[in-house]
C-alpha cells in the first residue's frame, strides 16, 4: 500500500526564512534610527558651535554606528529580535527601557576601554533618549502594519481532526498567529472531527476551487490518518495555482518554534531537512565555545572565586559539585556545579527532580541556582569539549532511561552536544517531571534540526533575559 505524503520543507523553510529577512529589515530600520540620532544629538549639541560640530563630525559615522550596534545588541539579548516572542505592551516597554540602559552602561563602559569612540556624555543622553523614542515608534507602527489582515497569509486548513485542532490549542489567537489568518478547517471525508462547527468550512465546493475562492496563500495539510486520505489531485491544482502546500509538523515549526512530537513522523524528521552536522558547522561551533567560555571564564573568575568562598561558609562538604550526565552520542561525562544542596540530598542512591522551594537546597544555593551561578563551572566543561554553550540541557542517565521509554524521539537530542543554555530554557520554564520534559523536547528537537552560528548566538543574548528575570530556576 502506498503512502501520500505532503513534505512542505521547501515551503516551511521559505516563509521561515521571510520571517528572518523581516526581522533582518527591522533590526537595519532600527541601526538607521540610532544612527540618525546621534546625528541629531550631535547637531543640537553643537547648534551654536559649528567649530565643535566639525571636530565631532571626524569619525563621527564610525562611532554613531558603534552606538546603534552596541543598543541593538542590548535590544537583542532582551529577546528584542525573537522571531516567536510575544509581548504585551507593558512588557514590552520594560524590555526596551532595559534594553537602552544595559547599552548606555555598556558604551560608557567602552568608552573607558577605548577612548576614541567617545561621542560625550550629553550626546549620547539625547541620542538614546531620541532612539529610544524612534524605535518605540518603528515597533507600534510595524506592528500596526503587518497585523493588518492585508499583510498576513490567508491559510486553511485540510483536516478537522485531532491534528488540525492543536492548531487552536497550541497557537492562541493573540501573538501566535501574527503572520497568518485562519479561514477554518476543512473535514476529511471518513477521518474524525474535533474542531468546532463554527470553524468548519462544509460543502460539496472541491478543495481548490474553495482555495480559489478565499484567495487562499496556504493550505496546511493536517490529517489524523494519511494513508489513503489526501485528495492528492485537488492538491496538485492548488499547488499549480501557487498556493502553498505545508505539513502540518512544518506549520508549526515554522510558526511555534517547536517540533510537535504527537504529528512529527520519522520520514519528516529524515526528510524536512535540518540537523547540519557538517565540518564547517562543527568547527564555526567548536570556535564559538571556545572563545564564549573563554571570554566568559575571563569575566566571571572573580564571581566564581566569591561563590566558592559563600558556599564552603555556608555548609559542610565540597565547594564543586560532580555529577554524571548524558552528552553527545549518548556518552556519558562528569558535570561541573557549584553545591547548591545539602551533602545528603540524595543519601539513599535515588535521582529526584529539584523542585520549587526544595528544602535540600542550603541559603547560598537558594541564591546561585536563581542567579544561574552554580553553572559557571559547566564552562570548564565546554572548553574540554564535553559541552557546548548552546545545546539541550544535559540530563543524568536514570531520567534519561527513563523517559526515552516514555517520550517519542528523546534520544534525538543527543545528536549534538548538550549546552549551557538552550532553545527550551528560553522558551519553558524549568521541568520537574515526565510533561515537562516532553513539552521541552519539543523545543530541543526544534533547535537539533535548525541550530546554526546566528542561532547559537541569539539564545545566548537572551539567556540574559533569562537570568535577569530569573525564568525557571529552582
Not at 90 to 114: C, E, H, I
Not at 150 to 160: I, K, M, S
Not at 179 to 187: E, K, W
Not at 452 to 467: N, P
Request: charged share 20%; aromatic share 10%; glycine share 8%.
Amino acid at each position: 500500500m502506498t503512502r501520500n505524503r505532503v513534505e512542505g520543507s521547501g515551503v516551511g523553510i521559505g516563509l521561515a526564512n521571510s520571517k528572518n529577512r523581516a526581522t533582518l529589515l527591522l533590526w537595519v530600520a532600527e541601526v538607521a534610527i540610532i544612527v540618525l540620532a546621534v546625528a541629531g544629538a550631535a547637531w543640537l549639541r553643537f547648534l551654536h558651535d559649528p567649530e565643535g560640530h566639525l571636530i565631532f563630525s571626524q569619525g563621527a559615522p564610525t562611532r554613531a554606528l558603534i552606538v546603534a550596534l552596541v543598543t541593538t545588541t542590548a535590544m537583542a539579548a532582551f529577546g528584542m529580535y525573537q522571531v516567536h516572542g510575544r509581548h504585551n505592551r507593558n512588557d514590552f516597554l520594560l524590555r526596551l527601557a532595559l534594553s537602552f540602559a544595559f547599552g548606555g552602561t555598556a558604551l560608557l563602559v567602552l568608552y573607558y576601554v577605548l577612548p576614541a569612540t567617545y561621542i560625550g556624555r550629553g550626546v549620547l543622553l539625547l541620542a538614546l533618549v531620541t532612539a529610544f523614542a524612534g524605535v518605540y515608534l518603528l515597533r507600534n507602527l510595524s506592528q500596526a502594519l503587518f497585523q493588518s489582515d492585508v499583510f498576513r497569509r490567508r491559510v486553511l486548513v485540510l483536516g478537522a481532526g485531532h491534528n488540525a485542532d492543536l492548531i487552536n490549542t497550541r497557537l492562541r489567537r493573540g501573538g501566535d498567529r501574527r503572520s497568518f489568518v485562519l479561514l477554518g478547517f476543512i473535514p476529511i471525508e471518513g477521518q474524525p472531527v474535533a474542531v468546532g462547527s463554527a470553524l468548519r468550512i462544509e460543502g460539496p465546493e472541491s478543495l481548490a476551487a474553495l482555495a480559489e475562492r478565499l484567495e487562499v496563500d496556504e493550505v496546511v495539510v493536517a490529517p489524523d490518518e494519511r494513508r489513503g486520505a489526501l485528495p492528492m489531485d485537488q492538491m496538485l491544482a492548488c499547488a499549480q495555482r501557487g498556493i502553498a502546500m505545508t505539513d502540518l509538523s512544518t506549520f508549526f515549526e515554522r510558526e511555534a518554534g517547536i517540533v510537535t512530537l504527537k504529528v512529527a513522523d520519522p520520514s519528516w524528521l529524515v526528510f524536512s531537512g535540518g540537523f547540519d552536522h557538517s565540518l564547517p558547522r562543527r568547527l564555526s561551533k567548536r570556535f564559538f565555545d571556545l572563545l564564549a567560555a573563554s571570554l566568559m571564564l575571563l569575566v566571571a573568575w572573580p564571581v566564581m572565586l566569591l561563590v566558592m568562598l559563600a558556599v564552603s561558609w555556608d555548609s559542610r562538604g565540597p565547594v564543586l559539585y560532580r555529577q554524571v550526565r548524558v552528552g553527545e552520542g549518548g556518552r556519558e561525562f562528569e558535570l561541573l556545579k557549584f553545591r547548591s544542596m545539602r551533602c545528603d540530598a540524595e543519601l539513599d542512591g535515588v535521582a529526584r527532580w529539584a523542585t520549587t522551594g526544595d528544602d535540600r537546597t542550603t541559603r547560598v544555593g537558594r541564591f546561585i541556582r536563581m542567579t544561574r551561578l552554580d553553572e559557571l563551572p559547566q564552562l570548564v566543561n565546554v572548553l574540554r569539549g564535553e559541552m557546548s554553550f548552546v545545546g539541550p540541557r544535559p540530563e543524568r542517565p536514570q531520567f534519561v532511561d527513563m523517559l526515552s521509554q516514555e517520550i517519542r524521539y528523546y534520544a534525538v537530542r543527543h545528536s549534538v552536544k548538550p549546552g549551557l543554555t538552550g532553545w527550551a530554557q528560553l522558551r519553558y520554564r524549568y521541568g520537574a517531571s515526565v510533561e515537562d520534559a516532553e513539552e521541552k523536547l519539543k523545543f530541543d528537537l526544534f533547535y537539533v534540526k535548525n541550530h546554526g552560528l546566528v542561532f547559537d548566538l541569539m539564545i545566548l543574548l537572551q539567556t540574559v533575559e533569562v537570568v535577569l528575570f530569573q525564568r525557571g530556576a529552582r
